[in-house]
C-alpha cells in the first residue's frame, strides 16, 4: 500500500520558537495533503487541507497565521508551528490522497510536539 | 455537520470475537472505513466498505453495514492481545473530507 511519512516522528521545543513538521507521499503524487490534530485520548481533528500549489483551506478555528502549511511538491507537505506555546503540544497527523475523487487517504505515523 | 458515534471502550478476552460499533448521520456517505490506531503512531488502514455493499470479509475482519439505520460494525475474530488499540470509524461522501468518530479503545485481556 502507500506510504506517508513524517519527520520528525517527535519533537520538543521551547516557548515562542517555530517547528517544521514534513510529510512526504514516498510511493505516489499526494496531490491533496492533509493535516490533523489529535489530543489525548480523543480523535483526530481536521486543521488544513492544501493542494499543491495552491494555498491550504482552514477549518474553522484554526488560525492560519500561526499554522503555516506549504504544499511546494506532489510529495511534500510540511506544516510549521509558529511562535509555539504549551497549548500546541499535541499529536499532529498528516494524510495524502491522489485524486480528488479517490476515496483511499494515507496517513502518516505522526508527530508528537512538547512546547516546554 | 456530519457525526460520527462510537462507544468509547471495549474489553473482551483474548481468543474471543470483538464487535465494535458505529453510528454515522450522513446519508450521502459513500465510503466506511475502520482505521487502527496502536499507542503513538498514526492510523492504520484495516478496512473499509462501499455504501452499497452489506457485508466484507478479510481474514479476521468482517464489517457489517446496515444502511437504514446508518450503523456500521467491524468483528475481529480469534481476538489477539496485539489486536488492543484504538479503533476509528470513518465516513466519506464523495468530493467531502473524512469524518472520524471518537474511537473505541479495545482492550484485550489474556
Known amino acids: 500500500g502507500a506510504v506517508v511519512s513524517q519527520h520528525p516522528s517527535r519533537v520538543i521545543c521551547k516557548s515562542g520558537t517555530s517547528v517544521k513538521i514534513e510529510c512526504r507521499s514516498l510511493?505516489?503524487?499526494?496531490?491533496?495533503m492533509f493535516w490533523y490534530r489529535q489530543f489525548p485520548k480523543q480523535s483526530l481533528m481536521l486543521m488544513a487541507t492544501?493542494?499543491?500549489?495552491?494555498?491550504?483551506?482552514?477549518e474553522q478555528g484554526v488560525e492560519k497565521d500561526k499554522f503555516l502549511i506549504n504544499h511546494a511538491s506532489l510529495t511534500l507537505s510540511t506544516l510549521t508551528v509558529t511562535s509555539a506555546h504549551p497549548e500546541d503540544s499535541s499529536f499532529y497527523i498528516c494524510s495524502a490522497r491522489f485524486g480528488t475523487g479517490n476515496y483511499e487517504q494515507y496517513f502518516g505515523p505522526g508527530t508528537r510536539l512538547t512546547v516546554t | 455537520g456530519e457525526d460520527v458515534e462510537q462507544s468509547l471502550f471495549l474489553s473482551v478476552r483474548e481468543g474471543d470475537s470483538s464487535v465494535i460499533n458505529c453510528t454515522y448521520t450522513?446519508?450521502?456517505?459513500?465510503?466506511l472505513y475502520w482505521y487502527k490506531q496502536e499507542p503513538g503512531a498514526g492510523l492504520q488502514l484495516l478496512t473499509y466498505?462501499?455504501?452499497?455493499?452489506d457485508m466484507k470479509q478479510d481474514q479476521r475482519l468482517t464489517v457489517l453495514l446496515n444502511k437504514k439505520d446508518k450503523h456500521l460494525s467491524l468483528r475481529i475474530a480469534d481476538t489477539q492481545t496485539g489486536d488492543s488499540a484504538i479503533y476509528f470509524c470513518a465516513e466519506k461522501s464523495y468530493g467531502q473530507n473524512f469524518v472520524f468518530g471518537p474511537g473505541t479503545r479495545l482492550s484485550v485481556l489474556p
Open positions: 450522513d446519508s450521502s456517505s459513500t465510503y
Open positions: 492544501s493542494n499543491e500549489g495552491s494555498k491550504a483551506t482552514y
Open positions: 510511493d505516489f503524487q499526494a496531490t491533496t
Open positions: 466498505i462501499f455504501s452499497n455493499m
